[in-house]
């Protein structure tokens, strides 16, 4: 329970301070400070401060495939994806513009592939597209969710990402199903 509660404390006290910081200027020293817990503690849980980040996008990743569900559409399922995001703006920034993107990006990445998958998935259902047209089709909108993503933090997250979510479903909605359909009718090259 202790070990539980100190792993949260480390995780909370870098949020905090990756959204009043950037990334390159928090230090153990300092996330150690703020927990009152010493340098062993700290190295106990985590061997630096890029497996907190790696830890804290993960536990993310993990917390929408659990709350994912057949009702949801890809929309709301990406908004709630979103929500670490929202709350944590300056946080996100700040990963962004540092050397550590990376581990940002295969986060965005890895959310909007699930959210695609699942969506797909579920859409098919009746029609016999292939597998191979399946994951083209979900890895089509993945790739094109993550850059939307990407270009709106790079642009200072001014848009909210309710209104385009639910705006781009508005102007696609039905693709993923025709794309789908049009799947049966083809040669299958997969």
């Not at 009746?126 to 850059?147: E, P, R, V």
Request: charged share 25%; proline share 1%; with cysteine.
């Amino acid at each position: 329970m202790v070990q539980q509660y100190t792993k949260k404390m480390i995780r909370q006290v870098f949020i905090k301070m990756l959204n009043e910081h950037p990334l390159n200027t928090i230090t153990v020293k300092a996330i150690v400070a703020e927990c009152e817990i010493n340098r062993n503690t700290f190295y106990y849980y985590y061997s630096d401060i890029y497996a907190i980040l790696s830890e804290i996008f993960q536990t993310e990743l993990q917390r929408v495939i659990d709350e994912y569900n057949d009702t949801l559409s890809w929309e709301e399922s990406f908004i709630a994806a979103a929500k670490f995001a929202l709350e944590n703006r300056r946080a996100i920034y700040h990963v962004y513009n540092s050397m550590q993107r990376e581990e940002l990006e295969n986060y965005i990445y890895n959310v909007s592939g699930n959210v695609m998958i699942r969506y797909v998935e579920k859409v098919s259902d009746g029609i016999s597209a292939s597998s191979g047209d399946k994951k083209l089709i979900a890895s089509f909108y993945q790739c094109a969710l993550t850059q939307m993503v990407l270009h709106w933090i790079a642009t200072g997250m001014k848009e909210d990402p309710d209104v385009i979510s639910r705006r781009i479903g508005q102007l696609f909605d039905g693709n993923i199903v025709l794309s789908l359909k049009r799947s049966v009718g083809l040669t299958d090259i997969w």
